[in-house]
């Protein structure tokens, strides 16, 4: 195995392959406390890519009900459990070891997905990443437990008298939207026996090649997120393909610019922001930090990886939500949790005038400018002092034209009596 460089764990970490990073990375923010779980997104994906025979399973992009939801069920948890038996009691952080980009949460003292195998590969016959092929029973229920919350300990069907206050609700549960994260160091991908999965050098869009899959599912057993599926009618996996037409600029609605994804596009809580971030050489992401989704990660800090110690550097990041338990949402998102929360239960300005920009249009977003306005509000929020400018954010295309421009203060429009609703 080579070594190679993972900031999300704060370390260097064994892969099968040396570093090679593309020019840029598909990336996405999901702002988990505003999603309603309509699933708009999880049907934009399914009537564009996955109608075909062989793909009735398939839902490349699913949203969740944690804690018990999962698709395919208890993926989280089973891979979760096979990483604690590998390394018992040391899936740990060192919080203290936190050091600016490159050790934004600390660093990772436990084992990934690609460390613990090397001790399973002579009993399991060669895995490159630990993980396991779910059952078919396990993919057969998309949305099981959906709004089903976690009550008192111990109690079915019941509600906690302690009710809803915050920093921690006693009853909750919460939505989890989840697509491949295309990620930087692919699970998928070091599994393939074929070498027929790549990641495009233009975009770090991960795909499996179809002509070279052999449907020998080494992806599905090995990407922890369990995103690759198998099309029992062609015989050859499948997997999100981050709708790269439209990445690429191949969408005639928008004028044949580079468009966000159809999940992304079509999200009705406005919780989905996608775009592209610049990498170096080595791989890092490009000091940009007027690329909203630069700000987000790795400014603000208030976007978190999903599972950053399974080890595969993910490129899709959450906004946690506000009131779940916190030891849930740090094995969940890692150590940057509580500090995430904070800051975006009280945004600063510019936070503020960023969150705007989600789903104002489809077209992605390379870069923002924030137009001074006056203030218009203040007041206190967990013993600190919130101001709220009316500031004007602008959003810029790759070419630097501008897209659109959007108050922080939502306009008031009063309808003309003459048009006054009658229902
Ligand atoms: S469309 Fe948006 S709000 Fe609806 S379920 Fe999907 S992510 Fe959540
Ligand atoms: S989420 Fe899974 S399928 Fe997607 S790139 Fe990562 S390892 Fe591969
Ligand atoms: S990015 Fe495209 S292919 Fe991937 S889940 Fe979203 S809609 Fe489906």
């Known amino acids: 195995m ?8 704060g ?24 999603c309603i779980a309509c699933q708009t997104c999880t049907m934009a994906c399914k009537s564009t890519w996955t109608f075909a025979k062989g793909q009735e399973y398939m839902w490349w992009n699913n949203v969740e009900t944690k804690p018990y939801g999962g698709y395919p069920q208890g993926w989280d948890v089973k891979i979760l459990r096979l990483l604690e038996e590998a390394n018992p009691g040391g899936q740990a952080w060192d919080e203290t070891a936190k050091d600016g980009a490159a050790r934004p949460y600390g660093v990772f003292g436990g084992k990934t997905v690609f460390e613990a195998a090397e001790k399973r590969i002579a009993a399991e016959g060669g895995q490159v990443a630990l993980g396991y092929l779910p059952s078919e029973a396990e993919w057969r229920h998309p949305n099981f437990y959906e709004d089903t919350a976690v009550g008192p300990a111990g109690a079915r069907d019941q509600l906690n008298a302690a009710g809803a206050q915050l920093p921690e609700h006693k009853t909750w549960f919460f939505y989890l939207q989840r697509i491949c994260n295309h990620c930087t160091y692919p699970a998928c991908l070091a599994a393939c026996p074929r070498q027929a999965i790549y990641k495009r050098p233009e975009d770090g869009i991960v795909l499996i090649d179809q002509e070279r899959c052999r449907g020998y599912r080494k992806c599905m057993e090995a990407c922890p997120y369990k995103k690759p599926m198998y099309n029992g009618v062609t015989r050859v996996s499948e997997k999100c393909i981050g709708c790269y037409p439209r990445i690429e600029g191949h969408e005639p609605l928008t004028g044949n610019v580079p468009t966000e994804t159809r999940c992304m596009a079509s999200c009705v809580g406005q919780i989905r922001l996608q775009g592209l971030v610049k990498l170096d050489a080595d791989g890092q992401w490009a000091e940009d930090p007027k690329n909203p989704l630069y700000y987000m990660v790795k400014v603000a800090k208030v976007a978190l990886p999903l599972y950053p110690q399974l080890g595969t550097e993910p490129n899709g990041y959450y906004i946690p939500p506000r009131w779940a338990p916190r030891d849930y949402l740090r094995q969940m ?8 929360i904070e800051r975006y239960s009280a945004p600063d300005r510019e936070l503020l005038a960023v969150m705007q920009l989600f789903r104002r249009d489809r077209r992605i977003i ?9 203030k218009v509000f203040e007041t206190t929020v967990n013993g600190r002092k919130f101001e709220l400018f009316n500031d004007t954010v602008i959003a810029f295309g790759q070419k630097g034209e501008e897209l659109f421009r959007v108050p922080v203060e939502e306009p008031f429009l009063v309808r003309p009596a003459k048009h006054s609703n009658s229902i």
Do not use: T
């Open 366 to 374: 390379f870069r923002y400018e924030i137009e001074p306005g006056k």
């Open 11 to 34: 370390r260097p970490m064994l892969y099968p392959y040396e570093e090679k990073h593309p020019k840029s990375q598909f990336a996405f923010v999901f702002n988990i406390n505003r």
């Open 2 to 9: 080579a070594q190679v460089y993972n900031w999300q764990l």
């Open 333 to 340: 998102f890692g150590p940057g949790v509580d500090a995430a």
